[in-house]
């Protein structure tokens, strides 16, 4: 009985101390959500375009694998991600405490700060963008106040939102008592609600608002409120890939770090935000 016990430990030493074989990935198909121009979206020939997209080729050319783009709707996208449906999500998606316990996530690539969205008409455009980044979760009274400031401005107006987003958790925690809050599936819908008057003000991040401003309604709207960081909204945005892919993990780490080191991300940010959203 002892040595069979003893032989036993052994086998789970074995087991615990010998890690999974490394896959050898030549081919990787990516997850995107192209309702979100400038940083994915198709052009009228159904042709993918947009930062993430040009930031993907490079990323796939660096790690040196085939790499196939698909599109995939917002709300489904991590549970398609799980399913095995792609091996990765390039999608302005925001490295999260709460998706973090579900997935896991390569190296920041980009990072925006959040922002408000108005008709240039409306009351609330006289919220006057600030110049200063404020985060939510160490930037003290300074924070404090610009957040007990939009309680006050914001009181009783209808903000959109895209659903499933740190920004929804976000207005519930801090506006929830004072504003109606409308969740859409893809922002391109809350777009056309604010154009057309249906909301008073959409929250998301700067870098997407900005590419708004370039649409066809864009000339009536403008970007307004602080500038706002950190706590759920997380610490810039990441490559999904699902916690078992530790190998991938590591190929996307080594290109984002090379692409960012060489100019590359801001060359690309540049190309199609006007400024620079990698991660200082």
Known sequence: MKSLLIGLLGAVAMSVATPAPAKDWTDVVIG??????????????????????????????????????T??????????LEAGKFDAIIAGMAITPKRLEVIDFSS?????????????DSPYAKLALSDKIFD??????????????????????????????????????????????????TAEQYVLDLAAGRIDVALDNLAYLGGVLTGPDG???VIVGPKLSGGMFGVGR?????KSD???KALFDKAIEEAKQDGTIAKISDKWFGVNVAPQ
Not at 71 to 80: E, K, L, N, T, Y
Request: charged share 25%.
């Open 32 to 69: 995107m959500d192209l309702s979100y121009k400038p940083w994915s979206f198709t052009d009228s020939d159904g042709t993918f375009m947009g930062f993430e997209v040009d930031l993907a080729n490079d990323l796939c050319g660096r790690m040196k694998v085939k790499c196939e783009l």
């Open 108 to 120: 920041p690539y980009a990072d925006s700060p959040r922002v408000l969205l108005t008709l240039k």
């Open 71 to 80: 599109s995939q709707a917002w709300d489904s996208i991590i549970p398609s």
């Open 238 to 242: 990441g490559v999904g890939l699902r």
């Open 246 to 248: 530790t190998d991938l």
């Open 136 to 185: 939510i979760e160490n930037g003290g009274d300074e924070a404090k106040q610009q957040i007990e400031m939009l309680r006050t401005e914001l009181k009783g107006a209808t903000l959109g939102v895209l659903t499933a987003t740190a920004n929804v958790k976000f207005i519930e925690t801090y506006l929830g008592d004072v504003v109606e809050v409308r969740q859409y599936k």
């Open 219 to 221: 000339g009536d709207m």
